[in-house]
């Protein structure tokens, strides 16, 4: 992993929700932070000793340089991450990427409809600070399981912007596309972010409902369902356009995984088809993409992600 890492220190911790901890994060010594646009995300050293690496969204106000802000839920099947982002305490140091962005503001939108399930309101709450600072027209929905649930309501409640979707609120105030969403519209983006379930109905109901794939913009915390298990069928050779390297990738192998082996120095970061840190181009090769993060124009234009995609030709050429 080719990361730079920022040396910060906890300055504030507290719970928004009884299993969601805010940190305050500033620089170890004292120096302004990089910039981020909003729905940025950073890697954090959770683990030095483990290599525990983890991403987290960036929520605090993109024009704030001085602090960043992190929101993690404690998840219940927790393999080490959020429980020791959870044990972290004011004073604390805390070791981060850079931000890193694929999922901006559209700036070619002239409406932004955000909609987000439970902690997936964390790099929307950063865009709804960044809309609100342009004056533009946004409208955040806001779906949680109960009141006891939803964090940063004290900023959120009464913002007219905001619309708060409860699980177990009356029928009336449960999301809708038909009412929430509207019918597509050309000058609209829909920004989505929340537990993959949540994430596959809105835009599956989205797209129903006739707004087109570019619309809808949106960032997973995990994986798409079973991709890693998609792995399992077929060997074919990755080449590398600039060192002519060829190497055979196996079944049970991810092209990054055959490419790291052979110590190329390959971009990359979650290894789940989550960041886009290890996007490349294909030079040749029909590419089997398998990841949830690609538009169909980048696809298109033959970009390809190295740690969950794989190939349908026999001989795959990348731009490495
Ligand atoms: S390393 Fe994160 S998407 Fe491939």
Redesign the pocket.
């Known amino acids: 992993m080719s990361n730079d890492w920022l040396d910060t220190v906890v300055v504030a911790r507290y719970h928004a929700t009884a299993r969601i901890v805010v940190l305050d994060l500033v620089s170890r010594d004292g120096v302004a932070l990089p910039e981020f646009a909003a729905g940025a995300h950073v890697d954090v050293l959770v683990d030095d000793a483990a290599g525990l690496v983890r991403q987290y969204s960036l929520c605090g106000p993109p024009h704030d340089r001085t602090r960043y802000r992190l929101a993690v839920l404690a998840e219940t099947a927790s393999r080490g991450g959020s429980l020791g982002m959870h044990r972290l305490r004011a004073g604390d140091g805390l070791r981060i990427s850079r931000p890193r962005n694929r999922f901006g503001v559209s700036d070619r939108a002239r409406r932004h409809l955000l909609v987000a399930g439970g902690i997936g309101v964390t790099p929307l709450l950063a865009m709804a600070h960044s809309l609100q600072v342009a004056g533009a027209d946004y409208r955040l929905h806001y779906c949680a399981r109960s009141h006891a649930d939803a964090a940063f309501l004290d900023e959120l409640e009464h913002d007219p912007r905001v619309r708060l979707h409860l699980d177990d609120g009356p029928d009336e105030q449960r999301f809708s596309i038909a009412s929430d969403l509207g019918p597509p519209d050309p000058d609209t983006a829909v920004y989505v972010c929340g537990p993959g379930g949540f994430m596959d109905f809105v835009i599956s109901a989205a797209q129903g409902a006739g707004w087109p794939a570019e619309a809808i913009h949106k960032e997973r915390f995990a994986p798409v369902e079973n991709a890693g298990a998609r792995l399992a069928d077929g060997t074919f050779t990755v080449r590398l356009a600039r060192t002519g390297g060829a190497y055979e990738v196996k079944e049970s192998e991810s092209v ?1 995984d055959v490419l790291l082996a052979q110590g190329v120095d390959a ?13 490349v181009r294909v030079l040749a090769g029909e590419p089997d993409h398998r ?1 949830d ?1 690609l538009t169909d124009r980048e696809r298109a234009e033959g970009l390809f ?4 995609s794989r190939a349908h030709s026999p001989l795959l050429e990348l731009d490495l």
Request: hydrophobic share 20%; with cysteine.
């Open positions: 990054l971009p990359y970061s979650c290894r789940q088809g989550i960041c886009g840190e290890c996007i990841d993060i992600t190295t740690c969950s």
